[in-house]
């Protein structure tokens, strides 16, 4: 079967007539035209890891636990992905098995949801009883007894008492097949990444009392052995765009930062080109729907090919690549995948389909002109689900989303050139921060429905983050008390001075105090 030639499900078109046979595209006998409209592929640059992240890649590779975190842009996909490449090669790939707290992140590592992988269902019992569901389930038992590696991307999205219950889960299970009782995670290394800032887990209006946040969890801070806040951003490089978005993240807004988010404040209708992003999925659709029927243009529908086994298909549809893809000349698209990351085109990156052409055995592709000047054939891409190292769904579908309009919940790893967000529905902490945190400069940013009270952070949220300020002072403070150094005289023996550090042990100021005759 030729993917999306026989694919294409419908033509509809949303003018006057009710449907419309698109005529056919032209073979396309030079490619290469529309591959990309530049002469040659620039070499892929070497990543310079900044000293954080080496410290973390330094860690990992010494088989510890760490918790990673960091604003919105500061490079945590990538040293994510890096990390990952260090486990496979620790643990071989098949003992490493990389999660999310949702579909769309899952997808993004090629994993799975950390739900699927645990083997607990809804979790809505005590430890005990869900111990006793992966005990009966023979794949996810088998998933735990492999695991020796562990990773779980967008932790903000899990609460306390799941936290608990799967490091419950680990040790009972690991004791069992290692014979070694009470060791955290059952020696699993654990790699856990994501902003508490951002999006939260949902409230449970029933349990108030509810430990919300992963970090409440009893076992938190002993199941890593470093938790590091990376600071150095990438997306953005405006000084005053930096400032803002970390008063925002923070929940706090001063007279500087109003003045200057006022000026990007318009009710008027939003550029064409600009991305609009709304709190509530029916806007969304409804922007969508509405801007593709003023293109009075037939419509392409692509359905995606799925491959696979339940529970692991089921994830594919909660993945950012839809089910159905409706194109048309003249469709504002973004691209959901890195796919070429080396000429900037990226998860992120808006352009306009300009035609439909006959691409040899590949059937009808569009080819979309990048906002960057780039014009490209988009083939098809494939998405996997991967149970350790074992392929168990796939999904092939183009990777393009419609960009009028998207929902700021499915934005999250995103960079955005032109963006207008519409707030005046923002209805939970983070929301505003994850919303305008994907755009990369002021030039690019269009507000609407902007009140100063939507921006809010969690207080239990700041009170963690506390910490993180507060061991960093320590250390500083250590390392100032190491520079120092202390000077003794001796009575006995006045050509005698000793400079040491003040962390110098007493055995080694004993001794050189002694060797020179001053006790």
Known sequence: MKFLSTAIAAYRCFSTKTSAKYPRGTQLKN????????????????????????????????????????????????????IIKILNEKHTRSRVFKTASTGVAACALKGQTLHSFSGVGLADAEPEILLDRVLSNKKAYSRWVRVRALVIDEIGLIDAKYFDTLEFIARVVK????????????????????????????????????????????????????????????????TNLIKLLQNIRLGKIDPEDLELLEKHCSEKEPDSSAVQLYPMTEDVNRVNKNKMESLHKSVRVYSALDSGDEPWTRQLKQGIAPDELMLAVGARVMLCMNFNPWRKLVNGSTGTVTKFCNVYDKGVLPVVKFDSGIEMIIEPQTWVVTDGDKVVAKRKQLPLILAWALSI????????????????????????????????????????????????????????????????????????????????????NPSFVLHCKPNASLVSWYNTITKNGCV
């Not at 790699?191 to 449970?204: A, C, E, N």
């Not at 209805?427 to 940013?445: K, N, Q, T, W």
């Not at 963690?464 to 150094?485: H, I, L, N």
């Open 409 to 492: 919940h499915k934005c999250q790893g995103m960079s955005i050139d032109n963006l207008h967000t519409d707030l005046s529905r923002a209805f939970d902490f983070g929301m505003v921060y994850v919303a305008l945190s994907r755009v990369r400069s002021l030039d690019g940013l269009h507000l609407s429905g902007f009140d100063p009270s939507k921006i809010k952070a969690h207080p239990k949220v700041l009170e963690f983050y506390q910490r993180f300020c507060v061991d960093k002072d320590k250390k500083e403070e250590d390392d100032d008390a190491s520079d120092k150094t202390i000077h003794i005289e001796s009575d006995t």
């Open 175 to 238: 004791s069992e097949e290692a014979g070694v009782e009470d060791e955290i995670w059952g020696g699993i290394q654990l790699v856990v990444t994501g902003d508490f800032f951002q999006l939260p887990p949902i409230p449970d209006r029933s349990n108030l009392r509810r430990r919300q946040f992963a970090f409440e969890a009893d076992c938190w801070d002993s199941s890593f052995r470093l938790q590091v806040e990376v600071k150095k951003i990438f997306r953005q490089s405006d």
């Open 31 to 82: 490619k290469k035209k529309y591959r990309v409209n530049e002469s040659k592929t620039p070499k892929r640059p070497r990543i310079k890891w900044t000293e954080e992240q080496t410290q973390i890649l330094d860690t990992v590779s010494s088989g510890e636990s760490v918790f990673i975190t960091g604003s919105a842009g500061t490079g945590k996909t990538a040293l994510l992905q890096q």
